[in-house]
């Protein structure tokens, strides 16, 4: 299956990664002085979650999955 979408963002994340040679540090340091910049402009910058999401119920997803 093939999304135009997720093609887009993947050919600019390659275009971004290779204008900065691959190097993480250089990606990470661009990409926040971004984020800074965008902050400083009034957009909105939302902080990732303090704790991952609790499991889900799992004995519920085997009953509700299981073959009949």
Not at 1 to 7: C, H, K, L, Y
Not at 17 to 26: C, F, G, H, I, K
Not at 32 to 54: M, N, T
């Amino acid at each position: 299956m093939s999304d135009s979408i997720v093609q887009e963002v993947r050919a600019i994340r390659e275009q971004h990664a290779a204008s900065m040679d691959y190097d993480l540090d250089r990606i990470y340091a661009d990409l926040k002085a971004r984020q800074k910049k965008h902050a400083a402009e009034g957009w909105v910058i939302v902080s990732p979650p303090s704790s991952p999401p609790s499991e889900p119920n799992m004995t519920l997803q085997r009953t509700r999955f299981a073959r009949r």
